[in-house]
T-cell receptor, first 114, second 112 residues
Framework: QQQVKQSPQSLIVQKGGISIINCAYE??????FPWYQQFPGKGPALLIAIRPDVSEKKEGRFTISFNKSAKQFSLHIMDSQPGDSATYFCAARVADTGRRALTFGSGTRLQVQP | EAGVTQFPSHSVIEKGQTVTLRCDPI?????LYWYRRVMGKEIKFLLHFVKESKQDESGMPNNRFLAERTGGTYSTLKVQPAELEDSGVYFC??????????FGPGTRLTVL
């Protein structure tokens, strides 16, 4: 049973376009929602994260939109660039100071065409 | 600051053999995590160390997997005996407290 469902599995966007990746979760105990970016041969790296007390967080060209009632969150990449081509993972973590395990989505392979 | 390092980067073994993966966390990071990604699927949590103690091992699939972190520095993950379904990429991550987890490049394990 996958606790965080991510879509689409792959995405092709033209340079300058908007990339949108969606995630949905079931566990209402999740209170921290990070997005990770992974380039080939590298480990995932934290891109941006949000907590459920806000509906949107923006850092440069990257924005997380969060809908607590729908239990959904999404990553928007504005003005997508070829250098953004990577695999993106959404994740979530429960509100438990002892448990720090991240629950990941299955990943989205983004390709930005020049 | 050096990042999380993992060794080896790739390992190919026969079913039934033993493999030991190593992770060196970022210096000063008490928290160390192991995750695994099986082909094309989600990255799954295996376990979490705080210093040398296992804080959470709820993700360990079975008793063929043994993780250690003697002295609270580097960690090893041993698979014995390896099965075909153990193939995947094993990631290690570390964090100073419970905040951002920094991931290593992973070890790609192939069991034939």
């Amino acid at each position: 049973q996958q606790q965080v469902k991510q879509s689409p599995q792959s995405l092709i966007v033209q340079k300058g376009g908007i990339s949108i990746i969606n995630c949905a979760y079931e566990n209402t105990a999740f209170d921290y929602f990070p997005w990770y970016q992974q380039f080939p041969g590298k480990g995932p790296a934290l891109l941006i994260a949000i907590r459920p007390d806000v509906s949107e967080k923006k850092e440069g060209r990257f924005t997380i939109s969060f809908n607590k009632s729908a239990k959904q969150f999404s990553l928007h990449i504005m003005d997508s660039q070829p250098g953004d081509s990577a695999t993106y993972f959404c994740a979530a973590r429960v509100a438990d100071t002892g448990r720090r395990a991240l629950t990941f989505g299955s990943g989205t392979r983004l390709q930005v065409q020049p | 600051e050096a990042g999380v390092t993992q060794f080896p980067s790739h390992s190919v073994i026969e079913k039934g053999q033993t493999v030991t993966l190593r992770c060196d966390p970022i210096s000063g990071h008490d928290n160390l995590y192991w995750y695994r990604r099986v082909m094309g699927k989600e990255i799954k949590f295996l376990l979490h160390f705080v210093k040398e103690s296992k804080q959470d091992e709820s993700g360990m699939p079975n008793n063929r997997f043994l993780a250690e972190r003697t002295g609270g520095t580097y960690s090893t993950l041993k698979v014995q005996p390896a099965e075909l379904e153990d193939s995947g990429v094993y990631f290690c991550a570390s964090s100073r407290r419970g905040d951002e987890q920094f991931f290593g490049p992973g070890t790609r394990l192939t069991v034939l």
